[in-house]
C-alpha cells in the first residue's frame, strides 16, 4: 500500500543501536535517546509477500500522538515503495 497519508510533511532522525539481527526473520533496535526498544518480526507469507509486524515499548508520549502514527505509517508507506522499486529493478 503506497498512499498518501496527510499533506504535513516533517522528518524524525533516529538514532539507534541494533540489539539483534537476524537476516530475513528479525530486526531489534534501541533508541537511546528515548529509550524506545523495537522489534521488527518478517513473516513470510509464502506468495512473495511478507508480513512485517512492529512491536515498541518505552514509546514517548510525543510519539504516540494521532500524526505521529501517521508518519510512522507513512514511513511504511515509502520502505515499501523503495522495496518495490528494487525487486523492479531486479527482475528483467
Known amino acids: 500500500m503506497v498512499g498518501d497519508r496527510g499533506t504535513a510533511s516533517s522528518t ?36 512473495a509477500t511478507t ?11 510525543p510519539m504516540r500522538s494521532p500524526e505521529a502514527r501517521v508518519g510512522f505509517a507513512t514511513s511504511l508507506d515509502k520502505l515499501e515503495h523503495h522495496l518495490t522499486r528494487l525487486i523492479r529493478m531486479e527482475r528483467p
Open 51 to 61: 508480513e512485517i509486524v512492529i512491536h515498541q515499548r518505552r514509546v514517548p508520549e
Open 12 to 47: 524524525h532522525r533516529m538514532i539507534a543501536t541494533f540489539t539483534e539481527v537476524v537476516a530475513s526473520e528479525r530486526l531489534s533496535w534501541v533508541e537511546p535517546a528515548s529509550g524506545m526498544h523495537t522489534n521488527v518480526t518478517l513473516i513470510d507469507l509464502g506468495d
